[in-house]
């Protein structure tokens, strides 16, 4: 301890230092050693939010889905019903749309797909086209056809190899 009075002040130059003889001389400053939430830490439970879905434009989701140009008239929706019926689509089995979906290929469960709708013809005779593990047709629109039965006819004719 001698060697403590002598050197300590020249090694810190100047600072007041306290040197206690026992340790009945220092003074006992009162300090928590145990924090208040001592028990267990628990994390923030961080919540996983689900974001709102954002709309996608509407696809089909029936097995069946058909094009019309426009809003179908009496006749035609008696045609369309009578062609449906003899190939064992009720209504409520099948979706009537009025715009072409951009990718046919994208609807998985799409069985069978008719177009009536004259822009999309691209021939006078029609044919089966194979999508996926469904059929589609494009035929002329369903007015076009209750005034031309050979062309109602062809239509027939394919629907039947379908069934």
């Not at 089995?93 to 797909?113: M, R, T, W």
Request: charged share 30%; aromatic share 8%.
């Amino acid at each position: 301890m001698e060697i403590e009075k002598d050197y300590l002040a020249q090694l810190f130059n100047g600072d007041q230092l306290y040197v206690f003889k026992d340790d009945s001389d220092k003074v006992v400053y009162a300090a928590e050693t145990e924090s208040p939430a001592s028990d267990e830490v628990k994390e923030p439970q961080s919540e996983i939010k689900s974001q709102p879905k954002v709309e996608e434009p509407k696809k089909a989701q029936k097995e069946v889905v058909i094009l019309v140009n426009q809003n179908l008239g009496s006749h035609e929706r008696d045609t369309l019903n009578k062609l449906l019926k003899a190939i064992n689509i009720e209504e409520g089995q099948y979706e009537i749309i009025h715009e072409h979906p951009e990718q046919l290929k994208a609807i998985q469960h799409l069985k069978l797909f008719l177009s009536f709708h004259n822009q999309f013809v691209q021939s006078s005779e029609y044919s089966i086209l194979k999508i996926n593990k469904g059929n589609a047709i494009y035929a002329h629109d369903l007015a076009e056809l209750n005034q031309d039965t050979t062309k109602k006819v062809m239509l027939w004719n394919l629907l039947k190899t379908i069934v």
